[in-house]
């Protein structure tokens, strides 16, 4: 007969059960240790700095589109927003792609064109080209509910940094990581839709005002099929597929559409508004400042919308050093930091490692969760560097 306090041999060594044993027996701390123990040892850090990234796949694009993804996230953190170094094809979309959320993105090299098909009101939606392409020393948000697609202009390939929240305030929804040497396409035909689709009223409304998106998220977290949610509004279950795929023939009345947004407690008002930064465009593009003066710090790209994306942009001058402050409110947010050019030594201060000295160059990312942060920089060589923070506190409301 066995201990009592001895876990069931049958078990395997290094599985959940194995893992729930010990939580039983042991408590969290002692469950948590042994995690740790065959977890990688990143895992363990509560900063991280990513040198080289991952290939990774654009859940919301298609091979045909000419874009290829690495992700710079720090794997097994479950961060709330995907950091993609991409590179863009010069081949012009004639599709549109949407997703709700967040997008921002910068060009580091060659030119970048965005097309939206959009309406600001007062008109029918039309498709609407960047008048002018974006470059390097140029950044972009925007509303990427309403459909756009990217790639670039003229003849060269582009690459740019693109950061990415989703709705659900994780990655899966916008790329996943893939080992090396596994390929894999996700087929969404119905994340790419054409002019000629989105011309119609019933379609365009519930794709770029994020009803289907809305609705469709809202009945997964709920557990519901769309057999019962359609049962539950007295509803048909293909209307209800239709309307979630913002397909054709998805012309629903607004009783019906007000009956599911009740039984899946959606504000309505968020709904039925398509508003973003302003009535004329879809985006908001800045120049990023060239400044050489010592420390400057600019806010960039803060809009009146509530968003979780702060976007800082920092200038070093070769020899200074920066000393830091926490410029946020909420010690729990999420921080990444994104070398744009040079050489520095970052200072990250860890709760429970300690302070660290990691030397870090152009074209890597530093992450810093659970109260860690840079707290020094010192540039080796003149440094610009752009700060993500994510948090729903806003510094310049």
């Known amino acids: 007969m066995g201990q009592p306090n001895s876990p069931d041999r049958r078990k395997k060594i290094r599985s959940i059960a194995w893992l729930a044993d010990i939580y039983f027996r042991d408590g969290s701390d002692a469950a948590r240790t042994a995690l740790e123990a ?4 990143d895992l363990l850090q509560n900063y991280l700095v990513v040198r080289r990234g991952e290939h990774a796949l654009r859940t919301h694009a298609q091979q045909r589109d000419r874009i290829r993804y690495q992700s710079f996230n720090p794997p097994l953190w479950g961060w709330p927003y995907s950091i993609l170094r991409v590179r863009f094809d010069p081949a012009e979309k004639d599709r549109f792609m949407h997703h709700g959320g967040e997008e921002v993105l910068l060009p580091i090299e060659g030119s970048v064109c965005y097309h939206f098909f959009w309406s600001a009101g007062r008109s029918k939606p039309m498709r609407k080209v960047l008048p002018t392409p974006l470059k390097p020393g140029s950044i972009i948000r925007i509303d990427p509910q309403i459909p756009h697609h990217t790639w670039a202009a003229g003849e060269e390939p582009a690459e740019a940094w693109m950061i990415i929240r ?5 990655t899966a929804g916008t790329h996943l990581d893939l080992p090396l040497g596994v390929n894999l396409e996700v087929h969404t035909p119905r994340r790419q839709l054409t ?3 989105l011309e119609q009223s019933e379609r365009y409304a519930l794709v770029a005002w994020g009803i289907a998106e809305k609705i469709r998220l809202s009945r997964l977290r709920a557990g519901l099929s769309i057999r019962q949610l359609a049962t539950a509004c007295q509803i ?15 012309n629903v009345s607004l009783e019906v559409l007000l009956r599911i947004a009740r039984c899946l407690g959606l504000e309505i008002q968020q709904l039925l508004s398509g508003e973003f930064i302003d009535k004329r465009n879809p985006f908001k593009i800045e120049r990023l400042n060239q400044t050489r003066k010592a420390g400057v710090v600019r806010s960039v790209l803060c809009i009146p919308q509530r968003h979780y994306l702060h976007l800082d942009h920092w200038t070093v001058p070769e020899g200074e050093t920066l000393n830091l ?12 930091w994104i070398v744009l050019r040079g050489e520095a030594i970052f200072d990250l201060a860890d709760p429970i490692s300690g302070t660290t000295r990691e030397l870090v160059d152009r074209d890597s990312v530093i992450h810093c ?4 942060g840079v707290t020094s920089i010192r540039a080796l060589q003149s440094l610009r560097l752009l700060q993500i923070t994510y948090s729903p506190r ?3 409301a």
């Open 38 to 41: 065959v977890s990688p040892g």
């Open 195 to 197: 002019s000629k689709e």
């Open 166 to 170: 989703d709705l659900t305030d994780g």
């Open 394 to 396: 806003c510094s310049d």
């Open 369 to 372: 969760r659970n109260h860690a």
């Open 236 to 250: 048909d279950a293909a209307q209800l597929s239709r309307i979630e795929n913002g397909s054709s023939s998805s």
């Open 325 to 336: 402050k926490e410029d946020r409110g909420d010690p729990d947010a999420h921080r990444s």
